[in-house]
């Protein structure tokens, strides 16, 4: 089992900041990759990002050039540092391990980006 606990969420104007953490726990060492996923009111859990245990990444085409993923493995953390925010980015964050079998999902962090 892996245990994964979103912070950082919150409310931000246009333009601004926000950077997500994930806290890791359990059995990390089955972990292959992460990853950042988000859901919007009335639409379907869409991929952010993802990056792997060896650090390669993955983003959306919505956040290139934005977002950027990270992962500390010394603290069993990642991160998704969050720039240029814009209002279609608002939604539920949810970070999510992958491991060889299972998938596992954090409790959701909700960002807000108004005016």
């Known amino acids: 089992q892996v245990h994964l606990v979103e912070s950082g969420g919150g409310l931000v104007q246009p333009g601004g900041s926000l950077r997500l953490s994930c806290a890791a726990s359990g059995n990390i060492f089955s972990i292959n990759a992460m990853g950042w996923f988000r859901q919007a009111p009335g639409k379907q859990r869409e991929l952010v990002a993802t990056i792997a245990n060896r650090g390669s990444t993955i983003y959306a085409d919505s956040v290139k050039g934005r977002f950027t993923i990270s992962r500390d493995n010394a603290k069993n953390t990642m991160y998704l540092q969050m720039n240029n925010l814009k209002p279609e980015d608002t939604a539920v964050y949810y970070c999510?391990?992958?491991?060889?079998?299972?998938?596992?999902w954090g409790q959701g962090t909700q960002v807000t980006v108004s005016s």
């Open positions: 999510k391990a992958q491991g060889e079998v299972s998938g596992y």
